[in-house]
């Protein structure tokens, strides 16, 4: 990882910070902030999805899954955004999703590391393991706006620390002779 992107990944993360302790000292507006925020999010990635297939992926075997993906989450962002007069539902969903997915993938991703005998299958089970209690947690408390919102910015907290640790993670350098 470069310097600059060593920074910035440090720079988001103190603002994933603030954002979620804002957050929390307003949860009735939480819901909607956080629905506005998963809405630009998702139409941010899904344009950097199709730009980078124009600019390289359509070049790329496989390279239409990516116009794919970005249309997709494009897609995704902007029903989001017309939908924010309900954003507790889309919230819920969200939450339940991601947790769930990210869970799952990094599960299965420890093991496959576990079988290889890599050195970082426990970092990844660790997270896998914290996504699914995040999405217990968001089942659990399905009726409770203010819990649900913690729950968020729990997630927001534990990502900014997973980008501060890896900012911060030397990189191995490995030379050709």
């Known amino acids: 990882m470069s310097r600059i992107r060593r920074v910035w990944s440090i720079i988001s993360a103190i603002i994933m910070i603030l954002s979620g302790i804002i957050l929390i000292i307003t ?60 954003p507790r539902l889309i919230v819920i969903i969200y939450l339940l999703a991601g947790h769930l997915f990210d869970g799952v993938v990094n599960t299965v991703k420890s093991i496959r590391e576990k079988k290889e005998k890599a ?9 896998g393991i914290i996504h699914v209690i995040l999405a217990i947690l968001c089942i659990a408390f399905i009726n409770n706006i203010e819990a649900l919102v913690v729950i ?26």
């Open 27 to 86: 949860p009735d507006e939480g819901m909607t902030l956080i629905a506005f925020v998963l809405s630009v999010f998702l139409i941010g990635r899904g344009l950097k999805f199709i730009t980078y297939f124009f600019s390289m992926a359509r070049l790329m075997v496989g390279g239409i899954s990516i116009l794919l993906i970005g249309v997709f989450l494009f897609d995704f962002g902007i029903f989001t955004l017309t939908v924010l007069n309900h």
């Open 119 to 127: 050195g970082s299958w426990k970092r990844d089970l660790a997270e």
């Open 152 to 177: 968020y910015s729990l997630g927001l907290f534990y990502s900014a620390l997973t980008r501060i640790s890896a900012a911060l993670r030397r990189t191995a350098i490995v030379y050709i002779q």
